[in-house]
């Protein structure tokens, strides 16, 4: 076998990927950069708006915006942090777990009938082999 160009796999997979998302995404759902606080929110439990800016490398002010929609929405709530009175700790609220799920399970849906529809059997086992090789490279 030809030997495999690493930049040139590397630039195409960031575009294809880029594809993936974008056509996954639909106009009813949330923002990305909110879609990204919840799913934090979500899996790690209830954050500060430093912790979520520090985890999206954005400014603190650029969070606080994102929070403050959130908020509004009803889908991340504020209290008070247990050992810093200055810090307030977020957390999804139920509507935000709803939320986050129903957006889950639209985008596995879409791609899940994409890849009946335009991959036949074995291209869907070679694609199911190579998630776990995708897997090892965002655990990087």
């Given at each position: 076998m030809d030997e495999v160009d690493v930049n040139e796999v590397a630039h195409e997979l960031r575009l294809v990927v880029g594809r993936l998302v974008r056509?996954?995404?639909r106009p009813e759902d949330l923002?990305?950069?909110q879609a990204a606080?919840?799913?934090h929110l979500g899996r790690e439990g209830p954050l500060t708006t430093a912790d979520l800016a520090e985890r999206q490398r954005v400014r603190h002010q650029s969070m606080a915006r994102t929070v403050?929609?959130?908020t509004a929405l009803g889908l991340i709530s504020a209290g008070s942090h247990p050992s810093d009175a200055r810090k307030t700790l977020l957390t999804i609220t139920d509507a935000g777990r709803a939320e986050l799920q129903s957006q889950r399970i639209r985008r596995?849906?879409?791609l899940a009938e994409a890849m009946a529809s335009e991959l036949d059997p074995e291209e869907q086992r070679d694609l199911a082999r190579a998630v776990a090789l995708l897997a090892r490279l965002?655990?990087?």
């Open positions: 056509g996954a995404r923002p990305t950069p606080v919840l799913g403050g929609r959130l596995a849906d879409w965002a655990d990087r």
